[in-house]
């Protein structure tokens, strides 16, 4: 349904970048204030643009990594590609200071709330583990104890996003589990594994959840995408409970 | 404004004009999907074409293919801000779809539907006078699931999103009634030339 909001335009706006806290050795937050503050849902991304003296323009989609319960500050988790044109900028120029022009909330179906109920299952590649991070935090910060489980992967443990947040999550035991799925990190360690995500994967960590997901996210790069929804339909999620977030590159 | 030390990699000026604005260059192609891939076989589809909740006329995969067939090469324009030029199609022109069912258009909407359930809403206008198409083949093969095959829409003047994917049928709608992405905060046009990603641009 159409709430009022969805009527409004959104409009571009400067935010000021508030701090940067480098996350892996590729990936960094980045803080902004926006000088018009909005409400948003976990799950949902902002639009940002950067513009050339020449007048050359060019943007981006970054989901919102912050919960919408922490107040107006909105982390962005940006992974550096090498030869990325926005994503190099944030990493190599970007300072704290800067105004940065983005527009946002924006996104009506990737999103949760407590209200929205569980079980939860969400599933994340590499960067696309951001939008699900935002719902861990809501659900905690609204000390829900709906089941969620983050099924995670990334090449090594070095390259998790998030680590040892999520970690302390798990180990709380407040109906949150992590499983893990490292492509390229030999190691193996209990509950997690190291290969891509499959049907195999996808049932067993299913079963420790103590009732079938209600709703599933799925997040991350297209070739992810498409491997890990192929994987949960498989193992017998209803495809119409699986929303997808493809971050395209 | 400017953003402090940002050059950007700036676009070559002769396919500067065949880039609408806050687009960029891809040579991969551009995905945008609410749910998993659905694989439809094509000894099980069918396309229905309806006037309101009337079926007018539906083809199986066999018969579809049979229509004539036309080739189309477009540029086309992701939301998520990705162009990618010259992308060759075949399939199915919506004018000869009509004229296959002998229906002049009812009315001036049609909804798309796809076998996902996603529904897109898109003028009749703008998908007749051979500006659209059922595609079944993308670059010489035929249509991957990731890409929307067997079968999806082709709309290459609005935003991919449009271009309903898994396609199973139009329908003729009394009013624009908007579809799953318009009904979700994106615009209920989509011209990639004026800008209109979201509600309201
Ligand atoms: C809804 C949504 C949410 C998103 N959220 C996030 C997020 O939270 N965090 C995030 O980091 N990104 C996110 N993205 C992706 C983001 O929008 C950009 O696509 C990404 O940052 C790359 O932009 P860029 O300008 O750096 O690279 P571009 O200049 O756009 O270059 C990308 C192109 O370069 C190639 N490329 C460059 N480097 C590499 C590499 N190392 N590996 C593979 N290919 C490469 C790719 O083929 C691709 O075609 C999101 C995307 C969407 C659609």
Redesign the pocket.
Known sequence: MQDQSANARVEWQTATITGVVRQTARVSSFFFAPSVPFVYTAGQ?VDVRLSAPDGYQTQ????IASTPDSGATIE????R????????FFHDVAQIGDEIELRGPIGGHFIWTVADGGPILLVGGG?GV?PLVSMLRHRKARNSTIPALLLYSARSWDELIFRDELLALAESENNFDLALALTRDPVARANHYTRRIDAFIVTETLARLPAPPKQTFVCGSNAFVTTAADALVAAGIPAGSIRV?R??? | MTTRGFTGRGQSPEIKDRVPPGQ?L?E?FPVLSAGPTPRVLTEDWKFTLKVGPKPVISWNWDEFNALPQTKLTRDIHCV?AWSKLDTHWQGVLIDDILAEANLEPPTDFLLAHGYDGYTTNVPVKDLTGGRAMIATSYDGKPLTADHGGPARLLVPHLYFWKSAKWINGLQFTARDEPGFWELRGYHIYGDPWREQRYTGD
């Open positions: 991304h981006r989609s970054y989901s962005l988790a940006i992974e590609l090498d030869d990325g044109e926005v994503s190099t960067s951001v977030e971050y395209g590159v | 960029s891809t991969d998520t």
